[in-house]
């Protein structure tokens, strides 16, 4: 079967809706992806921010086999080694104190949903069910993780959704307090928004929203999906601003690759939200998944990790200055560690298609930035690397 009867093949019979490039990846090693005809191309997207540690990482791909020799699913029912070692690692490098593990990123969102609602209900009573969400925000495509999205294109197909969310404008805390009611129960928020344009919350508009949900008894939920695990040189973000939420929602890059999800919980809110029969999961927290999240966070601890971003942080946004200084039509660079967007006048997707040409995967976000999600291992010679490949790629836009 050819490349071509590969792809029509394959749109025949899934559901159709992804717009996939005509592409067919075929292995990785380290930073780099290879297709079926052996083209290298070098990864600026780590599989929408999941491949921290990159491909064919030797340490974390032979705990992954030893696993399955042993073990891979028995259910919440019973106990495991795997589990007992991913949540203390989790509770470890967050900083909170109990974990839920779920199978994705839009689960952890249901489930830190449902936990501020009890939590509430245990506290206060039936009406404090309203969520306060930020416009341009992304928490995922389930029905609840919809209704506290802040893109009126995601969810104007779905209504009716989850009664109760309400939307302030991101970085604007006047906006927040305006919003803030009796049956306020929880503030939800990306530490770092990435669907929405790759945009970190300002310090004084973090700690202020901490305060407000102090004196208000409001739960704040942090979504650090994207952007945690190291990707903002912290392993989470909120933890460079001095603050701490009552819930953290976390994925994509917690098991390097496998499909898991968490979302962690202060003891207060652990002491008076769900008790047993109020959520679960089959697969979520099974000895497969668990076995990664605990491998990937020693990996990250034994290789300083976070460190490496630091260090490399300052080169990457180097390079990204140099493009605004040489193009017109690229008018900024943001984001934090390596999550990192360039805003561009140019249309964003003909610039992946290009990237893709050049053996360089790259992602937009929103209808203007140019998202980087490079995997937590690239060195110098891959942002140099970068650097040539979209130099290309610009002057034939110039």
Not at 94 to 122: H, P, W
Not at 240 to 248: F, K, V
Not at 330 to 336: A, C, F, K, T
Request: a negative charge; glycine letters at 10%; charged letters at 25%.
């Amino acid at each position: 079967m050819n490349n071509e009867e590969y792809l029509r093949d394959t749109e025949q019979n899934l559901f159709h809706v992804y717009q996939r490039f005509p592409v067919i990846f075929h292995h990785g090693e380290g930073v780099y992806l290879y297709d079926t005809d052996q083209k290298k191309y070098l990864d600026f997207g780590s599989g929408i921010g999941v491949m921290a540690l990159g491909y064919h990482d030797a340490e974390y791909t032979q705990a992954l086999k030893d696993q399955v020799d042993l073990l891979l699913h028995t259910s919440n029912l019973y106990y495991h080694q795997p589990l007992h070692d991913a949540g203390e690692a989790v509770v470890k490098v967050c900083g909170m104190d109990r974990v839920f593990f779920t199978n994705s990123g839009a689960e952890a969102i249901e489930g830190a949903l449902k936990t501020a609602k009890k939590y509430a209900y245990q506290k206060h009573g039936k009406k404090k069910y309203e969520v306060i969400a930020m416009e341009h925000s992304f928490h995922g495509r389930t029905v609840g993780a919809l209704s506290v999205t802040g893109n009126e294109h995601y969810r104007e197909a779905f209504y009716p959704l989850m009664d109760g969310a309400r939307f302030a404008t991101f970085n604007d805390y006047e906006s927040v307090e305006e919003l803030v009611n009796e049956n306020t129960c929880a503030i939800l928020m990306e530490t770092i928004q990435g669907e929405g344009g790759i945009y970190p919350a300002d310090r004084e508009f973090l700690c202020k929203i901490r305060r407000l949900c102090d004196e208000k008894g409001i739960l704040l939920i942090l979504d650090e999906i994207q952007c945690g695990i190291g990707r903002s040189g912290s392993m989470f973000a909120f933890q460079s601003y001095g603050i701490r939420p009552d819930i953290l929602t976390m994925a994509k890059a917690l098991g390097g690759g496998v499909p898991v999800g968490a979302f962690a919980v202060t003891e207060e809110v652990a002491a008076h939200s769900l008790v047993p029969g109020d959520h679960g999961t089959t697969y979520g927290g099974n000895p497969l998944v668990t076995r990664a999240v605990s491998t990937s966070l020693s990996i990250f601890e034994k290789r300083d990790i976070t460190g490496h971003v630091k260090e490399l942080t300052p080169y990457f946004e180097g390079i990204l200055d140099d493009f605004v200084r040489r193009y017109d039509f690229v008018q900024e660079h943001r984001g934090m560690g390596f999550m990192q967007g360039l805003v561009l006048t140019i249309p964003v997707g003909d610039v992946v298609k290009k990237g893709l040409e050049e053996g360089l995967v790259l992602l937009s976000a929103g209808n203007n930035v140019l998202r980087m999600l490079p995997p937590l291992i690239m060195d110098k010679a891959g942002f140099d690397e970068m650097h040539e490949k979209l130099t290309r790629i610009f002057d034939g836009f110039a």
